[in-house]
């Protein structure tokens, strides 16, 4: 009776055994299984590409260049002035035209180039916004005039300049545009309109009568 007990116990021993090897079991491959997901997810996460709800950077504008004009002072008198060869100089004819400097004035902008054969000639005025970008609907027919320069109306937001001899063509590389005549008059006056009254301002506040100059100096090689 005992050895039968005995055997009895010894079998439902190891039927414990077996049913608790067999959940071993069963648990180390379902977490093997839980681990190997988790580690294909990390090496190939999913990536979801938001959408930048901000808008593209704007070029500022500031109070000095929020002025748009549509002609260059005395043209008509200038055109006469070509007509009679008046500050002609045909030097450095082979020359290859390039462009020095441009100087932002209150009523056009002045292009400076090293050409010296060109008196005369139709160009058109490209204007660029702090992004090297070509301001659309911007581009003005001018003329080489006195002897290598290009006068250019005033646009707005303008930060460089260029010219080309087709409205349609590539221009050559933009130049920036100095406003350092302006710089004291900006200071002075930060909480009013600059060229409101521009002149007089000027007069009142520096005491001066005459318009102020720049001197562009090229030297050859």
């Known amino acids: 009776?005992?050895?039968?007990?005995?055997?009895?116990?010894?079998?439902?021993?190891?039927?414990?055994?077996?049913?608790?090897?067999?959940?071993?079991?069963?648990?180390?491959?379902?977490?093997?299984?839980?681990?190997?997901?988790?580690?294909?997810t990390s090496m190939h996460p999913e990536v979801t590409v938001e959408q930048?709800?901000?808008?593209?950077?704007?070029?500022?504008?500031?109070?000095?260049n929020q002025l748009h004009s549509d002609t260059v002072?005395?043209?008509?008198?200038?055109?006469?002035?070509?007509?009679?060869?008046?500050?002609?100089?045909?030097n450095i004819l082979e020359s290859q035209i390039r462009l020095l400097s441009s100087f932002v004035y209150l009523d056009h902008i002045s292009i400076i180039t090293n050409s010296q054969r060109s008196y005369?000639?139709?160009?058109?005025?490209?204007?660029y916004n702090c992004l090297r970008e070509e301001i659309s609907n911007s581009s003005f027919q001018s003329i080489f005039f006195?002897?290598?320069?290009?006068?250019?109306?005033?646009?707005?937001?303008?930060?460089?300049?260029?010219?080309?001899f087709d409205s349609e063509e590539i221009s050559q590389e933009q130049i920036p545009l100095f406003i350092e005549f302006l710089k004291v008059t900006v200071r002075s006056f930060n909480n009013v309109d600059v060229f409101s009254d521009f002149k007089l301002k000027l007069q009142s506040t520096f005491h001066i009568s005459a318009p102020?100059?720049?001197?562009?100096?090229?030297?050859?090689?």
């Open 1 to 40: 009776m005992m050895m039968t007990c005995y055997r009895n116990g010894i079998k439902y021993m190891l039927l414990l055994f077996l049913i608790g090897l067999a959940a071993l079991n069963t648990y180390s491959y379902w977490r093997d299984s839980l681990n190997g997901n988790t580690l294909n």
């Open 52 to 64: 930048s709800s901000t808008s593209p950077f704007q070029c500022p504008f500031e109070s000095w």
């Open 73 to 90: 002072p005395n043209e008509n008198l200038h055109m006469e002035w070509i007509q009679n060869n008046i500050s002609r100089r045909d």
């Open 120 to 127: 005369g000639q139709k160009v058109y005025c490209r204007y």
């Open 146 to 164: 006195p002897m290598n320069v290009i006068r250019c109306p005033r646009r707005i937001g303008v930060k460089y300049m260029s010219i080309s």
């Open 212 to 221: 102020i100059h720049e001197v562009s100096v090229c030297v050859g090689p």
